[in-house]
C-alpha cells in the first residue's frame, strides 16, 4: 500500500510558476510510476505527465515544454514544475502510483491560474 499527499498550488497568476509536491509513504524506488493527472470543474480527469521508477518521462500535448516532472529518491516525493501557466490549467491535481496491479491515489491540491 501506499500513502500520497500532494502540496503546493494555490492561486497563480497567468504566466507564472508554480511547483506541486507528491510526498509517498514509501520508497519510489519501489514503485513502478508515478503520474499527475488533472481534474477541472465540470470535466473528466486527464493525465498530465508520469515518470517511471527508471526516471522515464512523458507529458501530454497540452503541458510539453511548460511542465516539468522529477523526484527526490531520498525524500520519497515527485514533483511537477509548472511554468507559464494558463488560466485553462485550473484544475485539482492528483498524483498516482502504479505498482504491479494496484494504483493508489492522493487527495488533490487545487491550482487557480486567474488574475
Known amino acids: 500500500q501506499v500513502q500520497l499527499v500532494e502540496s503546493g498550488g494555490g492561486l497563480v497568476q497567468p504566466g507564472e510558476s508554480t511547483r506541486l509536491s507528491c510526498a509517498a509513504s514509501?520508497?519510489?524506488?519501489?514503485?513502478?510510476?508515478v503520474g499527475w493527472y488533472r481534474q477541472a470543474p465540470g470535466k473528466q480527469r486527464e493525465w498530465v505527465a508520469r515518470?517511471?521508477?527508471?526516471?522515464?518521462?512523458t507529458y501530454a500535448d497540452s503541458v510539453k515544454g511548460r511542465f516539468t516532472i522529477s523526484r527526490d529518491n531520498a525524500k520519497n516525493t515527485v514533483y511537477l514544475q509548472m511554468n507559464s501557466l494558463k488560466p485553462e490549467d485550473t484544475a485539482v491535481y492528483y498524483c498516482?502510483?502504479?505498482?504491479?496491479?494496484?494504483?493508489?491515489w492522493g487527495q488533490g491540491t487545487q491550482v487557480t491560474v486567474s488574475s
Open positions: 514509501r520508497s519510489i524506488f519501489s514503485i513502478n510510476a
Open positions: 515518470i517511471t521508477s527508471g526516471g522515464t518521462t
Open positions: 498516482h502510483a502504479e505498482t504491479g496491479f494496484l494504483g493508489y
